[in-house]
């Protein structure tokens, strides 16, 4: 069990660090905006943001050898650091190139976006579970900011 509490901690302070950094990216690119009533709310505020980020680090990152486990699935690559840095690396790389890039319309963003995912998943992963973990919390994430945006929580400048 400490094993995992430590192992889950780190999760959610990756997690909390990596929405802190790719907030920033966003905001110096005006691609996310915070309207100023929203910041004077308690409950609809930015301060959850990082850590609801962490936690889903945290939940993530724990399920996922879980539904390993279960589906009996062999891992085809090593499992290292190196490996897992260059991942980051690569996502944040996505992430903020999806800000920097002009793209013509939402379709053509979205589609370049799902093939770089893709192509990240098959670079470092390969997995039936990964995969479908990937699309789930894909799906599940994007409609969350949906249901966010829809609701004035905050705008998105596109």
């Known amino acids: 069990t400490t094993n995992l509490l430590i192992r889950g901690g780190m999760l959610f302070f990756v997690g909390v660090f990596l929405a802190l950094v ?8 005006n ?18 943001v990082p850590p609801s980020c962490g936690m889903a680090s945290a939940m993530i990152g724990m399920l996922y050898p879980c539904i390993d486990r279960r589906l ?14 260059r991942c980051v690396a690569v996502f944040v790389g996505i992430n903020h190139a999806s800000a ?7 379709v053509q963003l979205s589609l370049t976006l799902a093939a770089l995912s893709i192509g990240l998943w098959w670079t470092f992963d390969r997995s039936r579970s990964g995969f479908g973990l990937g ?14 945006v829809y609701n004035g929580v905050f705008h998105l400048l596109w």
């Open 22 to 29: 790719l907030n920033l990216l966003q905001v110096q690119r």
């Open 31 to 48: 691609v996310t905006l915070f309207p100023p009533d929203v910041i004077s709310s308690i409950f609809s505020s930015v301060w959850w």
């Open 72 to 85: 009996g699935e062999p891992h085809k690559f090593k499992r290292e650091w190196s490996s897992v840095m």
């Open 100 to 106: 920097k890039v002009d793209f013509a319309n939402n």
């Open 135 to 148: 699309v789930s919390i894909a799906l599940l994430a994007t409609l969350a900011t949906q249901i966010l």
